[in-house]
C-alpha cells in the first residue's frame, strides 16, 4: 500500500454500526494518514461505484453479510467493471466457512479477513493489511496467502 503519500483511500462497507465504529476507531490509531468511507450495504456501495466522478480507493473492505446486495454479488459486480479490475477488495467478515472464501477467492477478492473479536487484534491486522505492497502480493496470489491468519 502507497503508506509515505499524503492518504490512503479507504472504502469500508458493513451493515453493523458497531463493526463500523470499531473499524474507524482501530483505523485512527494505527497512525496511518487515510480517507475512510462507509457504506451500510452494497447497494450504495455500487451506486457509489459506478458514479463517472469516483476515485478507484486503495482498498475497500467488504462484508459478506448485508441486506439488498451482499458482499459476494457487490464482489462479483465491483469485479466486472473494468475500473475495479486492480482495485484491493478485502473480505471482511465473521464466516469461517471454506465455501465462502473459496467463493470469494473465485470472484476476485485479494485476502480474506475473518472479523476479529478484540481492538488490539483489529489494530494488528489493520496495520498488517495496509502495509502489504498489492500489486505484488496479488501477482502469487494463491489459497494459502488468500485467508488472513490471526
Given at each position: 500500500m502507497k503508506l509515505n503519500r499524503e492518504k490512503v483511500n479507504i472504502i469500508f462497507t458493513d451493515d453493523d454500526i458497531d463493526d463500523c465504529n470499531m473499524f474507524a476507531d482501530a483505523l485512527n490509531e494505527v497512525g496511518i494518514n487515510h480517507?475512510?468511507?462507509l457504506f451500510h450495504d452494497g447497494k450504495d456501495l455500487l451506486a457509489y461505484l459506478n458514479k463517472e466522478e469516483t476515485k478507484v480507493p486503495d482498498i475497500l473492505f467488504l462484508d459478506l453479510n448485508m441486506p439488498f446486495?451482499?458482499?459476494?454479488?457487490?464482489?462479483?459486480q465491483i469485479r466486472s467493471n473494468k475500473k475495479y479490475r486492480d482495485l484491493t477488495i478485502a473480505i471482511y467478515s465473521t464466516s469461517s466457512s471454506e465455501k465462502d472464501q473459496e467463493e470469494t477467492f473465485i470472484a476476485g477478492a485479494n485476502v480474506y479477513i475473518r472479523k476479529p473479536n478484540e481492538f488490539s487484534t483489529l489494530k494488528r491486522v489493520l496495520k498488517e493489511v495496509l502495509e502489504i505492497n498489492w500489486q505484488y502480493y496479488s501477482s502469487n496470489l494463491n489459497k494459502d496467502t488468500f485467508f488472513l491468519t490471526i
Open positions: 480517507k475512510l468511507d446486495t451482499n458482499g459476494l454479488d457487490s464482489l462479483k
